[in-house]
């Protein structure tokens, strides 16, 4: 599925190919909640790191999370004039980036379940809006984002 997303001010634009574009898995670390989730959680979908075209670069920041005392080679993207958080890119994974659902300005699928991840570093004042077939997650669920989508039959075409 072609996405198209933005920041909040419209200075950073982006497109991506993403054969994985259902906004399913809810995140509630520290690091998804302070840097994207105002409710407590962010959701970033998968996308093919070779397609992403980038306008207003020139106004993108990133931020590397420090993680047990160590700073993440994980890249968050976002807009240095309004503050929207826009991808996530780990050099870990070069052939992937992860757009935050909430940039995406393309219409998304709705998500047949959702899956909590990361319930253990969950604020106490977040409410998990677990519906019957949704999964949660103390930690990382073993399946992938990739995963997911082909159990369900969701993967997009290229």
């Not at 996405?3 to 909040?8: F, I, K, P, Q, V």
């Not at 103390?138 to 997911?148: D, K, M, Q, T």
């Amino acid at each position: 599925m072609f996405l198209e997303g933005s920041c909040h001010c419209g200075a950073v634009r982006f497109s991506v190919e993403s054969p994985h574009p259902y906004p399913y898995q809810r995140c509630y670390c520290s690091i998804c909640r302070k840097t994207a989730g105002g409710g407590g959680y962010a959701i970033n979908l998968g996308g093919l790191a070779e397609t992403l075209e980038v306008s207003g670069a020139e106004h993108k920041s990133i931020y590397h999370a420090v993680i047990d005392g160590q700073q993440s080679p994980g890249e968050r993207h976002f807009c240095s004039r309004c503050a929207s958080a826009l991808w996530v890119y780990d050099p870990r994974w070069p052939a992937l980036v992860h757009p935050f659902a909430s940039a995406i300005d393309t219409p998304l699928p709705v998500p047949p379940e959702r899956v909590h991840l990361l319930l253990d570093s969950k604020a106490n004042w977040v409410d998990v809006d677990a519906r019957e077939d949704d999964k949660c997650f103390a930690v990382y669920p073993e399946e992938s984002l990739a995963e997911w989508h082909e159990r369900l039959g969701l993967t997009a075409a290229k």
